[in-house]
């Protein structure tokens, strides 16, 4: 145990601070960091250099390399740089990489050096050009801050959704200022800016000045300045050698230290733990590394090589060109456990199992007095909690080797906070492994989640760990082995060096029925990658044909979806696509090809009957259906014509038409109808009244209610009404009207072919003889 806590380092009385090996670097690098560009990704992520930057002692002619490795060395990336000078790179929180240029255009590059986008930062920035930027993660996802040649700031605080804003003018500012960053306060980014002795804060509507509470005298310039992971605290490097650390509102203190040293630090992070009272700030100067807090004396390392600090939520990551190490506060847990003489329950119960392993009575003796206290469940919690905290594999083992041994002596301890730590160590020692390169600690992969592991893993194209990771959590398929086979598949198509066969038979090998794999998705990434044979052959995988339409018409293949959208029966699917073919196609190849297609057809003309009758005539007369033309021009007798001349000349047409398809009986129907029209006319010329539109037999009636009997006899000897009905229609007026003069003389006139009449209420009605 002793030599278990050599590398402690106590800062003050309540805090110990270790930095141990993460990796040794093995990248041979041929320049040293200071000559470079680099950013680092929190949580483990990658490393980019940008090799011989735009500097005045280097040839002109030398093109600079940009290289992406993991955070063990291992390379990810090499490309050579062929646009514009850079100011400052930063990687995004999906792990993307954003290369700032001097005419303030942003390039993005994804893990494996592949381009993704590029946008401005506007003209302004264009025009006075880059001095400095900074990248900086919110609540809302990556920003953005520029600090141009006029001396202003404008800022974007999530690429995703580009809105660049321009902040306040700081009044008489000629020159850069000392140093400047970024915060969030209230969910709104500002800029924190410094100008000898003075500070400023920027936000969208002022620039205001603020004074940190409680800054020692004699300050007459700030030379370095660091935000914490969370941006709840501040740290100020004054040149009088002072570094003042509070919160960012810059309304409360929390301590100062004197590390008498005037030369401005290279960097300045903070280093705290969640949920820790301890807070502390790491400054690394050429050679040397010191820690301070709220303690009189500091903890200080020595660099033996040009080294570059990486803020992390627990912690600070420190690499150089041969180590990659992490400097971070003991967690509690580890410190009640390990530290020289402790009592604490977790450490009797360590020392328990150690002596049951040799087979000693000590461990009795150990366990007896943990007993005694009460405090055995207390111990194995301590044990599990300070396993998730060592990076080495055998400290984890022997900590829950002793959780486990203690458990044996609880009759109720839940097991599922021993079960859980052991999966999660296992797969966070999976992903340290040196060929993977993901150094996370338990807090960080806490705060991450597993999903967006899993997520980063896919971005390394590890798929095989993923997937083995996510059978071992037993994760759901959708969220879990699904999601990665689809990543993997929409990898697998960009691989133009197999034929279009190969990789579709490889896929629906590897996918096949997968739950939660859309085979249009991974199709449509293959026609992003111009392989759009290979795209028509994953959609034949796709059971869903609503999915299969949209892409095979966006792929110009609108023959092919206008046949899956009907075999799939949907008709709203069928539609769509025939919309989409009217528009891409002329009049006459769009008929020609619902031709082929009978049921597009029909779903067609059920659509023009209610949208375009003139598309409806057109396709009636292309496949010479005289039968539904003559239909059509009747119904547009009535729907669309007002004038009488008009209706008859429809009329006539659709009577040609009811020839021309051999249908007399609707030929001689729609003639009755125009005599009928005329008639009707010539009688609202005559008698005035209305009469247009009404039927036969409504118009014999509106005769004979209007007095017109000899009218009505003419119109039933016309159009050859029989004696029956003619009698039943002329009484029915008659009775209606109460005439019952005309009523008895009509009924003398000669025998009733309708039977007799009878009073029924006020009218009389008649009744027909039996089998009428």
Known sequence: MDCYTANWNPLGDSAFYRKYELYSMDWD????????????APYGGPIALLRNPWRKEKAASVRPVLEIYSASGMPLASLLWKSGPVVSL????????LCVQEDGVVLVYGLHGDFRRHFSMGNEVLQNRVLDARIFHTEFGSGVAILTGAHRFTLSANVGDLKLRRMPEVPGLQSAPSCWTTLCQDRVAHILLAVGP????????????????????????????????????????????????????????????NCNIRAPPKQMVWCSRPRSKERAVVVAWERRLMVVGDAPESIQFVLDEDSYLVPELDGVRIFSRSTHEFLHEVPVASEEIFKIASMAPG???????????KESQKADEYLREIQELGQLTQ????????????????????????????????????????????????????????????????????????QVLLDRLVLRRLYPLAIQICEYLRLPEVQGVSRILAHWACYKVQQKDVSDEDVARAINQKLGDTPGVSYSDIAARAYGCGRTELAIKLLEYEPRSGEQVPLLLKMKRSKLALSKAIESGDTDLVFTVLLHLKNELNRGDFFMTLRNQPMALSLYRQFCKYQELETLKDLYNQDDNHQELGSFHIRASYAAEERIEGRVAALQTAADAFYKAKNEFAAKATEDQMRLLRLQRRLEDELGGRFLDLSLHDTVTTLILGGHNKRAEQLARDFRIPDKRLWWLKLTALADLEDWEELEKFSKSKKSPIGYLVRQGPSLHPIPPSGE
């Not at 930063?90 to 990489?97: D, F, I, M, P, T």
């Not at 804060?201 to 370095?224: E, K, N, R």
């Open 90 to 97: 930063g990687w995004s929180a999906e792990e993307e990489l």
């Open 347 to 357: 450490a009797l119960l360590l020392e328990a199992q150690k002596e049951y392993e």
């Open 198 to 257: 003075d500070l400023y804060l920027l936000d969208h509507a002022a620039c205001s000045s603020v004074t940190p509470p409680g800054l020692a005298p004699g300050v007459s310039s700030f030379l370095q300045m660091a935000v914490s992971f969370t941006y709840r605290h501040l740290a100020l490097f004054t040149d009088t050698g002072y570094i003042w650390m509070g919160t960012t509102s810059l309304k409360e203190k929390l301590c100062e230290f």
């Open 379 to 450: 111990a194995v919690q301590q044990c599990i909690e300070a396993a998730g905290h060592e990076h080495r594999p055998d400290m984890q083992k022997s900590l829950l080797r002793a959780a486990s041994f203690g458990k044996c002596f609880l009759d109720r301890f839940p097991p599922d906070s021993f079960v859980r730590m052991c999966q999660d160590l296992r797969v966070l020692n999976a992903v340290r492994d040196y060929h993977i390169g993901i150094p996370l600690t338990y807090s960080q992969y806490k705060q991450l989640t597993i």
């Open 29 to 40: 690098l041929k320049e040293e960091l200071r000559d470079c560009l680099v950013a680092a």
